[in-house]
């Protein structure tokens, strides 16, 4: 199986500061990964696939980068809608696995 | 509007047995694939099962395997997941998510929870 890891677990953030997570894979996925956000109580919602394409409607100051084995997510100027989890998935191969998340907070 | 909506969780014993539903609105269910996907309370995500448009392909986590039975109806536009000898550790919040065409989610349900205790 394809293990999945996120960090930070937790960053403390003001509004307007750039925020990056990093996911590494314990194995080559080449660009097969996805990053989710997720607020407390909804389900999650895909923010990006195929490691750096932005979902339709999701605001330009997301982005994604890497293949391989690490990718990025960063946020560039955080907003108070952006405070939530956020997750990494690898769709290279089955199983599927996520990272651990990280949960973005307002400092 | 795409939606899903599940159905079916509720408190269980260990040993026992719940099928979860999964209903589509607003696209043709039967043009894709599907998947399970499970959160313990307060933890992270974890992927349960998939089946694939015409149900030839289905896979399951190392976790589920045996126990679980993903399947569909695309004529009543719904997905199931049959869950037999329930553990506690399968107490979870289950989300049916639509595949995006490369095992990515997109739309999800709401969820439903699933609780295993005596």
């Known amino acids: 199986d394809i293990q999945m890891t996120q960090s930070p677990a937790f960053v403390s953030a003001s509004v307007g500061d750039s925020v990056t997570i990093t996911c590494r894979a314990s194995?080559?996925?080449?660009?097969?990964l996805a990053w989710y956000q997720q607020k407390p109580g909804k389900a999650p919602k895909l923010l990006i696939n195929?490691?750096?394409s932005l979902q339709s409607g999701v605001p330009s100051r997301f982005s994604g980068s890497g293949s391989g084995t690490d990718f990025t997510l960063t946020i560039s100027s955080l907003q108070p809608d952006d405070f939530a989890t956020y997750y990494c998935?690898?769709?290279?191969?089955?199983?599927?696995?996520f990272g651990g998340g990280t949960r973005v907070d307002i400092k | 509007e795409e939606q899903l909506v599940e159905s079916g969780g509720g408190l269980v014993k260990p040993g026992g047995s719940l099928r979860l539903s999964c209903a589509a609105s607003?696209?043709?269910?039967?043009?894709?694939?599907m998947n399970w996907v499970r959160q313990a309370p307060g933890k992270g995500l974890e992927w349960v099962s998939f089946?694939?448009?015409?149900?030839?392909?289905?896979y399951y986590a190392d976790s589920v395997k045996g126990r679980f039975t993903a399947s569909r109806d695309n004529a009543k536009n719904s997905v199931f997941l049959q869950m037999d000898s329930l553990r506690a550790e399968d107490t979870a919040t289950y989300f049916c998510?639509?595949?995006?065409?490369?095992?990515?989610?997109?739309?999800w349900g709401q969820g439903t929870l699933v609780a295993v205790s005596s």
């Open positions: 195929a490691a750096s």
């Open positions: 089946i694939s448009s015409r149900s030839d392909y289905i």
């Open positions: 998935q690898q769709a290279n191969s089955f199983p599927l696995t």
């Open positions: 998510a639509r595949d995006e065409g490369d095992n990515w989610f997109g739309p």
């Open positions: 607003g696209f043709p269910l039967s043009r894709y694939s």
């Open positions: 194995q080559n996925i080449r660009s097969w």
